[in-house]
């Protein structure tokens, strides 16, 4: 359906979902859930999200000229790809903008702040947002003190970097046993599912010498390893394994 008429939508990652639902309790409308690529979707008034200021990753307003795939009413069987998470109904359909904006930006410094993965990585970002060095290539040595202090947490984690801004180093590949990847382009690369019409593209594996491999990934494993689809990774990402809030997921189990 059309949306920027009765309604625009708040498309929201899955990660955030269930809190922000338990935030608004009685105050949520109606909610789509997208199971499929783990979205959810909050009905607003027209316009009252427009001037948000927040991530495309963590929420993405649409509006005119977008369309928004809609359940039947009372569709919430949870084995459906597209059902209501919260059920539409004639007092339960929009949301209030302003009480969203303020149940997601709580959830989202909840999640961000309890996710254990990679402190030195936001600290980075952080930095570069707003460094005018950085963002010049220019020589920055607060820049070069978190850069090391990311590529020493990213070792220990024995991940590979995300930007290409970010090359691998030769102390990177100083592991005291080498990692093995390999990749069927047919099947789940988490639980071996094989033939599976509705597997999803979640990255990219660059080979030093070769076309290198999708990483696909299975409806339930995408929800249970929490992973952006490929063709939502933000402008700037080269492929790596990203979580539906965009923040790096490490990379894919290796071989045994």
Not at 3 to 29: E, H, K, M, Q
Not at 94 to 100: E, F, G, H, I, R
Not at 191 to 208: K, R
Request: aromatic share 8%; net charge negative.
């Amino acid at each position: 359906m059309a949306a920027g008429n009765a309604w625009d939508a708040v498309r929201v990652p899955a990660r955030y979902g269930p809190g922000v639902i338990s935030r608004l309790g009685t105050t949520t409308g109606a909610v789509i859930e997208d199971t499929h690529a783990a979205h959810l979707y909050w009905l607003v008034h027209p316009g009252t999200a427009d001037k948000w200021n927040l991530s495309p990753q963590h929420a993405t307003i649409l509006g005119e000229t977008a369309y928004v795939a809609v359940p039947p009413p009372g569709e919430a069987d949870p084995s459906y790809r597209l059902r209501w998470a919260v059920p539409l109904t004639p007092t339960s359909y929009l949301t209030n903008a302003p009480a969203l904006l303020t149940a997601l930006t709580a959830e989202i410094e909840t999640v961000s702040g309890s996710w254990g993965g990679d402190p030195d990585y936001r600290a980075l970002l952080d930095h570069t947002a707003t460094c005018p060095a950085c963002n010049a290539h220019q020589r920055c040595e607060t820049g070069d003190e978190l850069r090391a202090a990311e590529r020493t947490a990213r070792k220990q984690r024995r991940a590979v970097p995300l930007f290409r801004g970010d090359p691998i180093t030769p102390e990177d590949l100083c592991t005291e046993e080498p990692i093995r990847w390999q990749f069927r382009q047919d099947a789940c690369t988490w639980c071996g599912t094989g033939g599976d019409p509705d597997l999803v593209a979640v990255g990219l594996f660059h080979s030093a010498s070769g076309p290198g491999w999708i990483i696909y990934a299975c409806p339930p494993c995408l929800r249970r390893q929490n992973l952006l689809p490929l063709d939502q990774h933000p402008a700037g990402a080269w492929g790596g394994l990203l979580h539906s809030d965009g923040s790096p997921a490490g990379p894919p189990p290796p071989v045994s």
